[in-house]
């Protein structure tokens, strides 16, 4: 199921562009598919950084509500909940993309197995209508004239470390995926003022403090920002050139997408924050409304009960 819904798919979008490149260049093939992805993504990236702007813009109300609590933790915590559903804010939606991303990358890893060491299998993985194409035919024929290079002298089937030496161009690159995922994540956390940094959290725990959830959240947000970056930098450098290459471009086109939307086009991202706030509002308005009204028809239903009951007592005793 899997290799028929995304490994296939993935498969042939490339080998249709690989086809396109005057010469073959897996490189380039890599990249252009790598751009076609972000734009695919693009309506779901401009709903994610609407939840990034919408927290941004409910930061002085967290404020306020860590104020008023003055230390109830529970209190503290149903009220941010509450300030969330009224704002329109899903924790989920933050990971949609990476939910997305994430079986692209699986089947991506899977296609290089194919052009490097099952090449035999590249027509069982070709649509027909692909087969017919002159490229694709010469591979068919004959695997090795597939090109694995980029620019003719970056092996992309390659680690940044095989063959007892170290490929200085696909290190650097696992360092620039390294840079951007950290410049990625920069530009979508929440603008605050000074935080706590997670020793001070336990410190202040080991005397006896409780520190607040959103002091909480803030320090291993903080602390995820820092060592997500070194972890992708060590699982590029053992992971395919071609890998490395997709999740540089990838994050690449992600900051230009994000510095575009939460800067360039601030004012509207400001009113789509604003319609979504007024939307919640409205219906939690209508809700207490609907449940106004039936309150009443209810105490009315009773009062009207009571008022014939009393009619009938004062019959009875006449």
């Keep these: 199921m899997f290799e028929t819904l995304i490994v296939q798919p993935i498969f042939n979008i490339l080998m249709f562009i690989y086809s396109l490149i005057p010469g073959g260049d897996f490189g380039i093939t890599l990249i252009i598919f790598t751009i076609l992805i972000r734009f695919a993504l693009y309506p779901l990236v401009k709903k994610q950084l609407h939840q990034t702007k919408l927290m941004r813009k409910i930061q002085p109300e967290l404020a306020r509500i860590k104020e008023s609590a003055k230390g109830d933790k529970q209190l503290e915590a149903m009220q941010m909940m509450e300030l969330y559903k009224r704002s329109g804010i899903s924790p989920f939606r933050s990971i949609l993309i990476l939910l997305i991303q994430l079986p ?17 299998k590249i027509a069982h993985y070709s649509y027909n209508f692909l087969e017919q194409l002159q490229p694709i035919k010469s591979i068919i ?30 290190l650097v690159l696992a360092l620039i995926s390294a840079l951007t995922q950290y410049i990625m994540s920069k530009q979508t956390m929440p603008t605050t003022g000074p935080k706590k940094k ?48 997709y999740y540089t471009i990838s994050n690449l086109v992600a900051v230009a997408q994000q510095h575009y939307l939460l800067n360039k086009d601030e004012e509207e991202m400001e009113d789509l924050a604003e319609e979504v706030i007024e939307k919640k509002q409205q219906k939690v308005a209508t809700s207490a409304k609907a449940k ?27």
């Design 198 to 245: 997670l020793r001070d959290i336990f410190s202040e725990a080991s005397e006896g403090k409780q520190s607040s959830q959103a002091d909480m959240n803030a320090a291993v947000t903080n602390g995820m920002l820092k060592f997500m970056p070194i972890m992708m930098f060590f699982i590029m450098v053992g992971l395919p050139g071609a890998l490395a290459l």
């Design 104 to 120: 692209i990358f699986i089947g991506l890893y899977q296609v290089i197995q194919i052009v490097t060491m099952h090449r035999d």
């Design 141 to 170: 024929e004959n695997p090795d004239s597939f090109n694995q290079k980029m620019l003719g002298f970056i092996d992309l089937t390659k680690t940044a470390f095989s063959d007892g030496r170290i490929n200085m161009v696909l």
């Design 292 to 318: 106004a009204r039936a309150k009443g028809a209810t105490e009315a239903h009773i009062t009207r009960i009571k008022a014939s009951d009393s009619r009938s007592k004062k019959e009875k005793r006449s």
